[in-house]
């Protein structure tokens, strides 16, 4: 008999981290990574007390887990699986922890931070 | 005894041997954009529980030429991504049938740029308005 | 008609287990004409050039399956591939990518052919019936959930675009898979939670990462690659609604 794969779980997190990342991103990154830093946008859109109030809120502090946790999911699991699509198989398990721990810490440093908020 | 010797082709360097695997790591590839932003997200949100000063020098930092550059790049890569998640939704998306046929794929793509496009505009203008 | 003068260049794989190390390129020179398949090609070389080129065929009309070869780097069936597509150009047939090479252009399916029993391809009745209840009746919409996965002529083009399968001989691969689904979306059916076993496993769908070359080079239009990614849903429904249900999920 073959065995259950655990690949549920971790295609889950990338499956939710693609939706982000397709209908969220590409405005986002232009939002703060290029509109505010160029001056497109005024300087007050992204304003700390601005910003703070969001995410003190409940929409805002699912809005920001959302978008910095889910895409870390995303990315480890395409990064990892990339690495036996090029053939590097030296540190698989090392290379395994690195990739979904780092995602993990990004679920979990956000999820406490927000709360706290 | 047998004569068979069955040869096994090598798989090096094989996602340049097609132009579709190199879109395929190409579209892969954007992954690594994507963690680099919702990292500097991160710092961001870091930056942003440990005060204002913290918080001003993370923008500070986004204004940085290399930071732009950056992010530009991983616009790019977003739209790929966007563009290539959205052309493979229906594949992995239950069938759907409308009336007892199966909603063709085309339809579910352009019903996913639709709404992509209104919450893009929805967001940008979420955050424009002051 | 002048197409009786004109030539065309055929690079053909040679590859002879007893006497090459690895397999070796040779060139032909064939007559042109614009209604000749390759197949037909590789026929006039194995009659009125070299008899000992070695290569599957059987119904000339895209329907058993069996003459599937890499033309110039794509896995196309050779008798639905026409020597006009490339005139005046160079054509360039290989073994299918991925699988053992027997001899020449033949090889070896015996991964695909055990991976295709293992699957239980027939339907395994949901219910007996007795010939006094009748036929099984479907409607169009129970039809138009399988029907396309019913056209797969085990060609192994799909196969052959999989890299994933040339990395990892054990995943199941798209063609198998998309047989099973078609068995599995067949309301007809009842051995869907047998079927899951192979579906949840790693060589099951979770070996593929959807590069979409197979649909894509399909000559049937099958779509195995939908048929792999729907079964991703499936799998991870089972895997969490086991945790849910008393008795566990479709296959425990
Ligand atoms: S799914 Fe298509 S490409 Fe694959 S074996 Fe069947 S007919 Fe051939
Ligand atoms: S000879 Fe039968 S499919 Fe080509």
Redesign the interface.
């Known amino acids: ?5 655990n ?3 971790f ?2 997190l990338f499956g939710a981290g693609g939706v982000v990342a397709a209908f969220l991103l590409p405005m986002l990154i232009f939002i703060t990574g290029i509109a505010l830093p160029l001056g497109i946008l005024p300087p007050e859109a992204l304003a700390y007390d601005r910003i703070h109030s969001f995410a003190s809120g409940w929409p805002g502090k699912l809005f920001l887990l959302a978008v910095i946790s889910l895409p870390l999911w995303q990315s480890a699991h395409r990064i990892f ?1 990339s690495l ?2 090029l ?1 590097i198989h030296r540190g698989r398990e090392f290379c395994r922890w690195l990739c979904y721990g780092t995602a993990l810490l990004g679920t979990l440093i956000p999820l406490i931070l927000l709360i706290r908020i | 005894m047998s ?7 090598p ?1 090096d360097g ?2 340049l ?2 132009p ?2 190199v879109r ?1 790591m190409s579209r ?1 590839a954007t992954s690594l954009f994507v963690g680099v932003y919702a990292l500097i997200l991160l710092a961001g949100m870091v930056s942003l529980a440990c005060g204002e000063t913290a918080y001003n020098n993370w923008l500070m930092a986004m204004t940085n030429p290399v930071s732009i550059g950056f992010h530009l790049a991983a616009l790019a890569a977003a739209i790929y991504h966007t563009i290539t998640w959205f052309a ?1 939704a ?6 759907l ?1 409308l009336a ?3 909603v063709p794929d085309i339809a579910i793509t352009t019903t996913q740029y639709a709404i992509a496009v209104v919450l893009y505009l929805g967001l940008f203008c979420m955050v424009w308005r002051v | 008609m002048t197409d009786i003068e004109k030539t065309i260049e055929i690079e053909v794989m040679r ?1 002879h ?2 006497q090459d190390a ?2 070796v390129f040779k060139t032909y020179r064939i007559p042109y004409a614009s209604d000749q398949s390759v197949l037909q090609g590789l026929q006039y070389i194995k009659d009125y050039i070299d008899g000992t080129l070695s290569f599957r065929w059987s119904c000339r009309m895209a329907i058993c399956g069996s003459c599937g070869v890499m033309i110039n ?2 896995p196309k069936l050779s008798c639905k591939t026409f020597l006009r597509d490339y005139y005046p150009g160079k054509i360039r047939v290989e073994a299918l ?2 699988l ?3 001899r020449d252009l033949v090889i ?1 399916a015996t991964d695909f052919i055990n991976k295709l029993e293992s699957i239980k391809p027939y339907i395994v009745p949901r219910e007996a019936r007795s010939l006094e209840q009748g036929e099984y009746l479907q ?3 129970q039809l ?2 399988y029907e396309q996965f019913s056209s797969c002529i085990n060609c192994m083009l799909c196969y052959a675009a999989c ?1 994933q399968y ?3 001989p054990e995943f199941t691969g798209p063609g198998v898979l998309a047989l099973l689904h078609r068995y599995n979306a067949d309301s007809r059916d009842g051995a869907r939670a047998d079927r899951m ?2 579906v ?5 769908v ?1 070996g593929c ?5 197979c ?2 080079v399909c000559p049937k239009q099958v ?1 195995p ?2 048929a792999v ?2 079964n ?2 499936n ?2 429904l089972d ?2 609604l086991r945790f849910l249900m008393p008795g566990g999920g479709e296959s425990g």
Not at chain 3, 209 to 213: Q, R
């Open positions: 008999m073959m065995k259950r794969s690949e549920p779980v295609w889950s699986l036996h699509d053939g | 004569k068979r010797r069955p040869y096994v082709r798989m094989w996602w041997k097609n579709y695997y395929y892969e493979v229906p594949k992995v998306m239950p069938a049938f007892g046929k199966r | 590859y287990p007893e690895s397999p780097n794509q990518q991925h053992p090479i027997e070896d409607t169009p919409e138009a959930r890299p040339g990395l990892k076993q192979i949840n496993a790693e060589e099951g979770w990462t959807l590069v979409g070359y649909s894509e779509d690659a939908a990614n729907r991703k849903v799998s991870t895997y969490f």
